[in-house]
């Protein structure tokens, strides 16, 4: 999961893994973080109980890319100390990595999505 404060301007990741059918760590991060919007894969829906998410936007696959999150994360963060290791765990992050690629990619351009 990747979450962009408009705010603040930051980018929030998470990574974990799900262990039921019932989403409730996703659930919980929605209602941390409370988002208006959300951009997902088509072939991914939204869990049940999103109140407060007035928009759904469906992006392709091809824009949720571990390689340009990578990119665009460490060209985002290259002042932060905490970047520099970012090859590192390149591997091991790479779903949040994808997701913050897909996010990035929306708030740069909205109309790119469909």
């Not at 989403?23 to 973080?33: A, D, G, V």
Request: contains cysteine; charged residues 15%; proline residues 6%.
């Amino acid at each position: 999961m990747a979450g962009f404060d408009l705010r603040s301007a930051s980018l929030h990741l998470s990574q974990y893994s799900e262990t039921s059918s019932s989403y409730q760590n996703t659930k919980s991060l929605l209602q941390f973080y409370d988002p208006v919007v959300l951009v997902v894969p088509p072939n991914k829906y939204a869990p049940d109980g999103m109140v407060g998410i007035s928009e759904l936007v469906l992006m392709a696959c091809g824009c949720f890319d571990d390689t340009k999150g990578a990119v665009l994360v460490k060209n985002l963060a290259a002042k932060e100390p905490s970047a520099h290791g970012l090859d590192a765990y390149y591997k091991q992050y790479y779903p949040c990595l994808s997701a913050a690629a897909a996010t990035i990619k929306w708030r740069l351009n909205p109309l790119f999505c469909f």
